[in-house]
């Protein structure tokens, strides 16, 4: 987008829009110079105080492993079953709240001013949003979750549904169907409208006070309604400190973790030694990948690489969709999607239910899970989203992905879970999954049942990595912008600086041990952050009204 | 000799630029040159500016301003919208060179230290066939 404006004066605005007046100038408080031979401009309390504090707990976790595992091991069960009806309920009113948005006539309001134009194609923007926000956990859990429901012999199904297998491991055929469309309902129900209305609440909160408002690209913006000036002042510090802070522990543990998944999955089928040596040259060599496509830059790196991610994805879902039998799986699909329609409700109803093992092992962890991710995926869904209307962006943050996971699902649990039926004796996903459960393994596992197994097995562990690259470089973006105060422009050094310190902590916490506790810690966040989020509805309301009275006192733009 | 002068600026930063503003008015008077001042900025709300207008317009006036204070005859004003500024200024500065055509970059340079990822004027100055002058700050 380029103009020349040869005259002077005011120029037209971009469409209506009702800019917030403010004090505030962006990078007032930040901090600007050289260090030695680098360049920086940082926000001081924020950078300062979220790079010590993660050293911090770093060496915590390093010189007391044994203490904080079992403090994080106690907390996360804990916050997730006594909190579990509060979890439900909030991603319940996410989720009204953004369909509601779709057809309110609020969505009319454009991000950016109401004659603002996209700054991404379709295809370019579906590929960012999805693949900063899932990719990975659909290759670990697309396969895993699903047979997991429906061969699960600890009383943990979804609604207490039927089991398809008897005490001796043999199929009791009447009960296949029930239990198929179960498992799957039960996995896209964690996949599909509650996640994504979680992170189109912060995105749209963030694009909304960004473009519209005119306010620094950083989580604290979002609270201007509420809090007014003080956004600037601690408050705002400590709001944007805990959003670096879930970004980075919640980026290297799945990177330690994902190495770990990477490294038996290449055990598995190239007889690589599963060993931290290992381990260690995989999280450097993800974090070299995802250094170079940093300074590559957003259109330059992290675009390419998610558009490569979502070709690659494309593939391995066709390969296994025609190789597991296209109109079976299709109808799968199809019935998927009305399983997922019937149950949804009841599967998210909060009070009343008695499959404890589900509800507060399973979805209260996702929805934590999900919201301690949010400020990351959120923050990087607004950079990317200028020039959409509200409606538009809901519709494609919410709706199309979900149809995605839904598709995802159907095709991958669906020829997981025909094959557990067809060979309940053989079958290595019914090995890996229901009899020793290894679920870094289960993915692997399915596709050996189909042909090429060495071929899409590898293709799924590039995967597996370059889905982490794609974490791993918008994240390293979205914890400098934040730690610069919202400016986008910050020098280069820095953002290799948080790509490297992301890789390191990771291998620190590999090699001295508690990633899984500090795992437990980002996802304990997600309580604290689930009141955040409902009061970020609220800041999104009053935001987007006194928007549309700006837009609605003109001739409509479109 | 030169026609038409580019002078890249960096509005969050003008002290910085004096000298080179300095030349570039110089240099237009001596070639009855105009000059154009080019900038980037980003969709984000920047310390410049809160939205692309808004800079375009802050840009206009700085341009303005310059003809008065360093009596530059004819002058105008080049805003570019970068969605990643902090690697895609040098491409952008080129492609503006091209657009505007114009046939003598003059831009502010800092002294290079050990470990720049990149001199912006060199590279551009490799990655055109204009010539382009640095003056140092």
Request: with cysteine; charged share 15%; hydrophobic share 50%.
């Given at each position: ?162 089991r398809p297998f008897d005490a001796d491991g043999n199929l009791i055929a009447a009960n296949v169907e029930e239990a198929r469309r179960m ?6 129900y964690h996949w599909a409208l509650h996640p994504w209305a979680i992170y189109a609440v912060v995105a749209l909160a963030l694009a909304l006070?960004?473009?519209?408002k005119g306010l620094p690209l950083s989580i604290r913006s979002a609270f201007y309604p509420i809090l007014g000036e003080r956004v600037w ?326 | ?137």
């Amino acid at each position: 987008m380029t103009d020349t404006t040869p005259d002077q004066g005011i120029p037209e605005p971009e469409g209506d829009v009702d800019l917030i007046e403010t004090e505030y100038d962006i990078g007032q408080d930040n901090i600007e110079g050289t260090l030695g031979p680098f360049g920086f401009d940082i926000h001081n309390p924020v950078f300062l105080i979220s790079g010590l504090s993660v050293v911090a707990f770093v060496a915590y976790a390093l010189l007391a492993p044994n203490q904080a595992g079992e403090f994080f091991g106690w907390l996360r069960p804990a916050l997730t079953s006594s909190f579990d009806w509060f979890f439900l309920s909030a991603a319940n009113i996410f989720v009204l709240f953004c369909l509601a948005l779709i057809v309110l006539p609020v969505g009319k309001v454009r991000l950016g001013g109401a004659d603002a134009t996209p700054d991404y194609s379709y295809a370019g923007w579906f590929a960012m949003l999805f693949a900063a926000g899932m990719g990975i956990g659909l290759m670990f859990f697309g396969v895993l979750e699903p047979a997991y429901y429906f061969g699960t012999p600890w009383d943990d199904a979804p609604l207490g549904a039927i089991r398809p297998f008897d005490a001796d491991g043999n199929l009791i055929a009447a009960n296949v169907e029930e239990a198929r469309r179960m498992a799957l309902a039960a996995t896209s129900y964690h996949w599909a409208l509650h996640p994504w209305a979680i992170y189109a609440v912060v995105a749209l909160a963030l694009a909304l006070f960004t473009y519209n408002k005119g306010l620094p690209l950083s989580i604290r913006s979002a609270f201007y309604p509420i809090l007014g000036e003080r956004v600037w002042g601690w408050w705002g510090h400590l709001i944007d400190i805990i959003a670096v802070f879930a970004t980075l522990f919640g980026l290297a543990t799945s990177l330690g973790l994902g190495a770990q998944q990477a490294n038996a999955g290449l055990e598995h089928i190239y007889g690589v030694t599963n060993s931290t040596t290992v381990q260690v040259i995989l999280i450097i060599g993800i974090t070299a990948i995802a250094l170079v496509s940093v300074l590559r830059g957003l259109d330059g790196g992290v675009k390419v690489l998610s558009e490569i991610n979502m070709g690659l994805a494309v593939l391995l879902l066709l390969f296994v969709l025609f190789a597991a039998g296209a109109a079976t799986i299709l109808t799968e699909f199809g019935k998927g999607l009305v399983a997922y329609a019937q149950e949804v409700v009841p599967l998210s109803m909060p009070f009343g239910r008695e499959d404890d093992g589900y509800r507060e092992g399973w979805t209260a962890f996702y929805w934590a899970w999900w919201i301690s991710w949010s400020p990351f995926v959120g923050m990087f869904i607004a950079r990317v989203s200028r020039g959409r209307t509200v409606r538009e962006f809901i519709t494609c943050v919410l709706i199309i992905p979900s149809l995605v996971c839904i598709l995802w699902m159907a095709v991958f649990g669906g020829a997981a879970i025909n094959d557990m039926v067809a060979n309940p004796g053989t079958s290595a996903v019914m090995a890996n999954v229901i009899e020793t459960y290894s679920p870094e393994l289960s993915l692997f596992a399915m596709l050996e049942s189909l042909p090429f197994a060495a071929i899409t097995s590898t293709v799924g562990i590039v995967l597996v990595i370059v889905f982490f690259v794609t974490s791993s470089d918008s994240g390293s973006l979205v914890i400098d912008t934040i730690t610069a105060g919202g400016k986008i422009d910050a020098p280069v050094p820095q953002r290799v600086f948080w790509c490297t310190f992301e890789g390191l902590v990771a291998i620190a916490l590999l090699i001295g041990g508690g990633l899984a506790s500090l795992q437990a810690m980002v996802i304990s966040t997600g309580l604290p952050f689930t009141l955040v989020l409902l009061v970020l509805c609220v800041c999104i309301i009053m935001g987007l009204r006194t928007e549309h009275a700006a837009v609605k006192g003109t001739a409509p733009a479109e | 000799m030169f026609s038409h002068i580019m002078v890249p600026v960096d509005l969050a930063h003008p002290d910085r630029l004096e000298a080179a503003l300095k030349t570039a008015a110089d240099l237009a008077g001596h070639y009855g040159a105009r000059v154009t001042y080019v900038g980037v900025t980003t969709g984000q709300p920047s310390s410049v500016a809160h939205t692309p207008q808004e800079y375009a317009a802050k840009l206009a006036k700085f341009a303005a301003t310059q003809a008065e204070v360093n009596e530059v005859a004819e002058v105008a004003s080049h805003a570019i919208t970068a969605h990643d500024p902090a690697v895609e200024l040098d491409r952008k500065l080129e492609e503006a060179v091209h657009e505007i055509g114009a046939d003598l970059v003059v831009m502010g340079s800092h002294i290079p230290r050990t470990f720049d990822l990149g001199s912006h004027g060199g590279r551009v100055a490799t990655h055109t066939d204009v010539s382009v002058m640095l003056v140092r700050a």
